[in-house]
């Protein structure tokens, strides 16, 4: 059984100048074969 590498992001800011950065980190780990997860911890969105 392969260890599957997972990140997990809390986006603090409610605009998407400030989602921007997490957007990338996540997209970038999903290309390293990684499990992303962000967590908006004002609007409650997650992706």
Same mark, same amino acid.
């Given at each position: 059984?392969?260890? @599957?590498?997972?990140?997990? $992001? $809390?986006?603090?800011?409610? @605009? ?7 957007? $990338?980190?996540?997209? @970038? &780990?999903? &290309?390293?074969?990684?499990? &992303?997860?962000?967590?908006? &911890?004002?609007?409650?969105?997650? $992706?």
């Amino acid at each position: 059984m392969a260890d @599957t590498k997972k990140l997990a $992001i $809390i986006a603090s800011q409610g @605009t998407l100048d400030g989602g921007y950065p997490s957007f $990338i980190l996540a997209s @970038t &780990a999903a &290309a390293m074969d990684m499990e &992303a997860v962000i967590a908006d &911890a004002g609007n409650s969105f997650f $992706i």
